[in-house]
């Protein structure tokens, strides 16, 4: 059902991989003492580039969206329902005798847009998505967010102060980062607290 939302928005489904440089937090805009910079690390990765399994899955969307900007696109629209690995404390043990620390897997709903809509045509669609499954929610203005532009960014949260997600524009240094050449808005919403 949340895919028939998502479409009927317009949007395009990508699917990115779960694992990629660390370089891309600082990329993205990150802070250095941000809590989504602690990840999971594979022991055997192909390269640098992919030995770290993302803890949020805005860099690929940024990546994504920044790939379609340089194709001269003039209006992206994208979504995706993104695995980030998020470490957590104690030692197990695989079928192989190995032992380690097992990510808490999680799905993030991640939308992407530029030159499709702005800030409430994106916050139109967190509502509807949360409307569809049953959620009244409140959006509180969140400067903090060095990602997001601080005057165009909102915390999604519940009544009781679950947080559901983030939603804003992209902060113009950060836009630097990237060649993108007009506003870009993205969302990020965590699937398993709305459901």
Do not use: W
Request: charged content about 25%.
């Amino acid at each position: 059902k949340l895919h028939g939302v998502l479409l009927g928005f317009g949007l395009d489904e990508i699917y990115t991989y779960s694992f990629m440089s660390a370089k891309l937090y600082d990329k993205a805009g990150l802070a250095a003492n941000d809590i989504r910079r602690k990840s999971v690390e594979i022991m055997n990765p192909f390269g640098e580039d992919t030995k770290t399994m993302r803890t949020t899955a805005i860099p690929s969307m940024l990546e994504t969206l920044e790939i379609n900007c340089n194709k001269d696109n003039d209006s992206v629209a994208l979504y995706e329902m993104a695995k980030v690995f998020l470490p957590r404390e104690g030692v197990v043990t695989n079928v192989h005798g190995l032992e380690g620390t097992l990510p808490d897997e999680r799905v993030k709903i991640m939308i992407g847009l530029f030159g499709a809509g702005d800030f409430y045509a994106l916050k139109g669609m967190c509502e509807e998505i949360l409307s569809v499954s049953g959620i009244s929610a409140k959006y509180e203005a969140k400067t903090d967010e060095a990602t997001f532009h601080p005057g165009r960014c909102a915390q999604i949260t519940t009544a009781d102060g679950t947080v559901l997600g983030i939603m804003g524009e992209l902060h113009p240094v950060v836009a630097l980062n990237y060649t993108f050449d007009k506003a870009v808005y993205i969302a990020e919403l965590d699937y398993e607290n709305i459901f």
